[in-house]
């Protein structure tokens, strides 16, 4: 292993800002995965490494988690790392800030501080996906010393933003880069290897492929460049590509049905749909080959995922047949693409063209990301593309799309299709809170299959986003985050 | 006569295709003496500027010299490569030209200009060319020599600017001196000063004078030689005296009978019916008051009075900017008036509101003064006429018979009716004008520089109509011009005008005889080749 | 102190102008459908609506909309462009991190286009008809026929790809850490090919221009006065055409320092050039207001200070304006 | 006029490839019935190598002849559409403007004057984002930033030719204002505005291939400026994929200035003259 060096990495788009427990979005994620840390960190398989916790512990009855912290952790400012900064974190920090982490402390009672060392969370009652929370993007811990009793919002050192992770914050130059240093005195001897890291802003994606090409960058995290350009760059001479580093968030991509009115309110409409799709050609031609179909809502990379269910495979006639059955009118659905790029944008005319060949009358609507987001949440759409991460678990990323009780007008990531079944929302209720992993699995099984059958959404992909490098870096991604926490581990051969 | 200093042997221009002739100019000889002046005239498009332009090797794109050469100073002239035209120029023969507004580069003050003429040939060292541009500015005769070297042409008037013309053109004391038309484009007073500047700096420089003009007034006053052309063709050639004295060619006779002389025609007698009342009438315009700039007034017409009778001529003169325009336009309510009252037949059409003074503009028509920017180049002639007309209600039929039949009138035949303007001569179109103007059954017409534009032959055919015309309708018409002879051929009676104020009013030949004001003397004085008194026509 | 009461008149006028445009924008931009709140809760991966109300409130946002405007006016009249929620900054420093990169391109970009369309047209006007004059204004009629974006792709793919001849994004070398000398060049660089594709359209404009105003100005009488003194064609067109042809191109060029500004947003794009036509991109998608309206005032402002600066140089160039006849 | 446009050989060449490109637009649904987003072959087909696919087929397989013949016709129909959406609104402007003057120029110049401070491309881009992508918001976008321009020319216009005498001669023929305006003093101005036009005409096609380039388009229409967009994340490997687009944006607005310029020299007043005197 060589020390030192420096690692040129993509991030796109510019994030908005880097204190990841105000912002999670993807390019923060990206960042400030480097800056801050979670207590525990997953490999590949989801299995929970050390993090900021050395070690932990799960009571029998699933109530109660104690992590033991690793010593002589400091913040990036010098002040000392303590459990204090845990509990603040979680209790008082993120309960206010983080909407995702906020639905899963709804099952934590308290959270104690018993020594400068020990975080023990109680539960209500026991949440088989708990164990999953503890990511760096989903529990940043961030330091209490600066953030307690400010306006969180405005306070003037999220330009700065101080951690306990392997690189300190250096420099931003907004529209350019942004620029981390090795963070000397990190807690693990030997961390990080390298001694910086360039976070390179370039918001045109053939540019980004031009910059790796040219040897700018080492590093294009997944999707930074158009599908289309990644057999071109993996077969270049030294360049390497991993579709690891995705598990934990496992993306995983449908259209919105609009299950409230319209064609799409018809259960046999959405059957057609799915039988007119040919998402083969899909994941070969638009996605070059990457990817996935999906079978139903759970990722087959995610825990608990089943096969056992109806496979909707490419067949117009039997699409046409069902059409013919619900009496279809031929009135016009719009589809809502997905405003994230080129790709996005040929994946709903190959759709347009699918449905029109089975004489569903598609129009596109066209908007940018704010007017998306708007729209899905409004439920102004007939079918929209969407995908959404499922963080390693069914209870954290899966069930929210399908609960009545996640039916609420003004968020993008819930029950957006407006799907209703009473029955099934207490079988996911219940999958949720079991303790043993063999009972989770069955209980998931029998939910996927009954809800493909529903077509309550159209499930399209579970997309791989393969991340592009440079071979002389290695180890660079060894998690389930890949990229966003890779650097610690990473170092380049010379 | 002396040798010549420059003779021109069968000089042929050609012109490009598709112009309205093969040459500008054909078979064209010529001679210049020394000290001597030639005046070449002829009507617009004769090839005057041709001629002149191919001495100088200023032939514009297209036209070329076909045949011919012109002798100087034992070169022909014509034939010699562009590096050697271009070192004769402004050295050995220099040219003005006729506008004095638009041949000064705007943006260069003038002692730098007079200068450069001195830099294109490599003269003095820079400090010596502004000495000697301040001293020729001196000897045109410009005021304040030192302010002038500084000053922007825009600062200076037309006359001044001619006069910083001739200073270049004489600033290498040329042995030729080439004037294209140097005065038209100024008015009386001034073009008699500059016609004194040239005979005067001849006088003392000795040098050849080719002077450009369509003036025979002009030539007059300062021609030794003359050269009348026609249609690209020198047609009468002779000492000044001669030519104009005894022309030989019944074209040189024809324009010589169309020029207005100082011959003053019988006195008529006149209604006192007023046709038209000015009572005070008052126009200041105000200019400028831009951030950068203060207000600028000018009172155009400053507390005029006056009438015109029915079936009477007034003749309004005076210098340019006098304000002339201004209250024949006034008249019409083509401005409105500050104060006073302008009458038409009783009513005071300067208080009038917009729509009440629509019903009352029959009364008083107007013709103006070019006869190529007052008609609509898209419209047929039928629509200019009728158009007035139709709005005050005359059904369309009649109007166009109507139109027809002034068109016959003013002698241009009914089927002209269909035509497009630019398919008629200036003459013809100023005659369509005055169709237009009787076309609404007017109590008076403004005739506003009606004929300053046209050919002499053309003015005189026109001063003739509005002669029968006036005759035939028992017209009022109110004639402005700044051309005292034409004023005297028309008119029953003429008012002075100097800066916005009315000077001196009279019967023609009052004015012209016994003019009462110093003003009006110096008017009448700056004629060129004007002798009102000595011809004694009171009689004729 | 007529020009001082005219400078302050003309401040006046341009902060007015500045108020209405932020204030039309502002109506444009809410009537766009789009939420800020649900936009950034949406980029977090997932949101409820306890959140995206905290979001709003932080915006402001649940505010009516006339609160919001007067807020957002009060606060330009103390000349303060808000908060960027978005980007968690004051939005004037956004833009004054940004604003010397696109100051840098447009001015580069509108200097070469400017000497070189001028030097062009000179040399097209003056072998006009021959066939050097065709190439020329053909070559020009070309570069104004392609598209920006266009010419720029190529011009990477060709000068950076093929080449490799010039970086083909990007303002410096990140991380070289230059200093001086050095670092100049390294922007100088970086800024070959951006500021050429930019200006490559408006230099054929200027081309085209300046050529058509030298034709007509050389049919003008003081041309042919200058002539009959003797002067060679060159002094000609350097003393009296190209000093009385200029002017008018100037002028246009003044007026059309907009576009200038505009077509900043496609280069900045495709060169990667952190400049504020994409912060203003950006932005837009994230229907973060102030940042937005921002970029808008202060690019209106950069064509105002253009359209004052030429008013300027017509004002020394040409002596008729601004003094009294 | 016309004999003198018509011997000029750019304005000949603009003509000709002007109304191929027409043509190509006209018959665009007959050579093509399928339309252009059918997917008929392989992805990424170059030019030349398949026969019935002259140019190839795109990333998702789909014609690229029959892309480009629909593209004529989004290109043509908003270049033109957009530019009589801004001449409705900037002559009515510039003529009153330019007829009345006083308050009425005033005002409507200071209105003017306010569009072209803001920078029009982005105008642009705020325009069509809010109002979303579609033929309609595209056209109405370009329109709207490109008017100002032919308010001043018919402000300039309209300013010269009321000066001319015949229009006096109108007010003493007592016709009313308005009547003079529209009867007399417009018809003399539609020279200049036709050459704007048609550059006009150019520079929209421009405008929308940029906003489309910028993702800006109508997803539901192809047109040029989509295809360059769509293939410029292919460039590197399929390069003629932006090439033919591209070619064909500079060739037709290449087009339009030619005749542009061509109808600028026949309708010249200067020229004209020149040739009258
Ligand atoms: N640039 C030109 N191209 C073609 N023909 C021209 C050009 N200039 C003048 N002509 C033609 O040459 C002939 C002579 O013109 P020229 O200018 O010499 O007349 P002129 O006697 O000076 O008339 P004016 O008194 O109106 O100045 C006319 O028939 C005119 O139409
Ligand atoms: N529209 C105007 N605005 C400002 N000043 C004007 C205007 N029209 C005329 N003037 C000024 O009013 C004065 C009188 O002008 P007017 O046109 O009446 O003179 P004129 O006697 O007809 O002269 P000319 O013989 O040159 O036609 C001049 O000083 C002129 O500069
Ligand atoms: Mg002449
Ligand atoms: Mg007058």
Known sequence: QQEGGRLDIVVQPEPPGLMLGLVQNGPTQLVSGDIYEGLLRYNTDLEPQPGLAESWEISEDGLTYTFKLHDGVTWHDGEPFTSADVVFSADVFLRETHARLRSSLAYVDSIEAPDDRTVVFNLKEPFGPFINAFEVGTMPIVPKHIYEGTDYATNEMNATPIGTGPFKFDEWVKGSHIHLVKNEDYYIDGLPHLDEIFYRVIPDAAARAVAFETGEVDVLPGGSVENWDVPRLTEMDGVCSTGKGWEFFAPHAWMWLNNREGPTADQKFRQAIMYALDREFVKDVVWNGFGTVATGPISSKTNFYSDDVTIYDHNPEKAKALLEEMGYDGEPVRVLPLPYGETWQRWAEAVRQNLSEVGINVEIDSTDVAGWNEKTSQWDYDMAFTYLYQYGDPALGVSRNYVASQISKGSPWNNVEGYENPELDEKWEAAATMVKPEDREAAYAEIQKEIVDDVPVAWLLELEFPTIYRCEVKNLVTTAIGVNDGPRDAWIEE | MSDPVLSVEDLTIGLPEGADRAHAVEDVSLALAKGEILCVVGESGSGKSMTANALMGLLPPGVTVRTGRAMFEGRDILSLPEPQKQAMRGERIAMIFQEPMTALNPLMRIGEQIAEVYAAHDRYSTSERKKRALDLIREVGLPDPEKIVRAYPFQLSGGQRQRAMIAMALALEPTILIADEPTTALDVTTQAQILRLILDLRDRHGMAVMFITHDFGVVAEIADQVIVMREGQIVERGAAATVLGAPEHPYTRRLLDAIPTGRLPEARQLGTVPALEIKDLRKVYRTGGGFFKPVREVRAVDDVSLTVARGEVLGLVGESGSGKSTLGRAAVRLITPDAGQVLVGGTDIAALSEEELRKERHKVQMVFQDPYASLNPRQRIIGAITDGPITRGVPRKEAEARARELLEIVGLGADAATRFPHEFSGGQRQRIGIARALAMDPELIVADEAVSALDVSIQAQVLDLLRDLRQRMELSILFITHDLRVAAQLCDRIAVMQKGKLVEIGTVHEIFQSPQKEYTRQLLAAVPGAEWNREGSLTA | ?325 | MWKRFFSNIGALIGVAILVTVIAVALLAPVIYPQGPWQMVQRPFLPPFTVDGLPLGTDTLGRDVAAQLAYGARVSLLVGLVSTIVALLIGVPLGAAAGFYGNMVDEGAMRFTEFFQTIPNFALAIVLVAIFQPSLASITLAIAIVSWPPVARLVRAEVMSVRKREFVDAARVAGLTPRRILIAQVLPNTVSPIIVMASLMVATAILLESSLSFLGLGDPNAMSWGYMIGAARTVIRSAWWLSFIPGVAIVVTVLALNLIGEGLNDALNPHLARKARA
């Open chain 3, 1 to 325: 102190m007529q020009v001082l009461t005219a400078i302050v008149g003309r401040l006046v006028k341009a902060f007015l102008t500045l108020l209405a445009i932020a204030i039309l924008n502002f109506f444009l931009l809410h009537a766009a459908p789009g939420d800020p709140a649900v936009v950034l809760a949406g980029e977090a991966g997932a949101a409820d609506e306890q959140m995206i109300e905290q979001l709003r409130e932080r915006f402001g946002l649940d505010q009516p909309l006339y609160v919001q405007l007067g807020k957002y006016v009060w606060g330009i009249l103390q000349f303060d462009l808000g908060y960027s929620f978005r980007q968690g900054a004051p939005v004037s420093e956004l833009i004054a991190d940004r604003l010397p990169a696109t100051l840098l391109l447009t001015m580069t970009a509108f200097g070469i286009s400017l000497v070189c369309g001028i030097a062009v047209g000179v040399a097209a006007a003056a072998r006009v008809g021959k066939p050097s004059d065709t190439i020329l204004t053909t070559l020009a009629l070309l570069f104004y026929a392609t598209p920006l974006y266009w010419l720029a792709l190529m011009a990477v793919l060709v000068f950076s790809v093929w080449l490799g001849w010039l970086p083909g994004f990007g303002y410096e070398t990140v991380g070289a850490n230059y200093t001086g000398l050095e670092r100049m060049l390294d922007i100088l660089k970086h800024l070959i090919l951006p500021a050429l594709t930019l200006g490559l359209f408006f230099m054929s404009v200027y081309m085209r221009m300046t050529r058509a105003s030298m034709l007509e100005v050389s049919q003008l009488d003081f041309v042919k006065t200058a002539k009959a003194k003797g002067l060679s064609g060159p002094a000609i067109r350097r003393r009296h055409i190209l000093r009385n042809a200029i002017l008018p191109v100037v002028t246009l060029a003044g007026l059309q320092a907009g576009q200038l500004v505009g077509g900043a947003v496609l280069t900045e794009t495709v060169f990667a050039w952190p400049g504020i036509g994409r912060l203003m991109f950006e932005s837009l998608a994230a229907r973060d207001y102030n940042t937005i309206l921002g970029v808008f005032i202060v690019s209106a402002a950069m064509v105002i200070f253009f359209n004052i600066v030429t008013d300027l140089v017509y004002r020394i160039v040409d002596p008729r304006i601004g003094a009294t006849a």
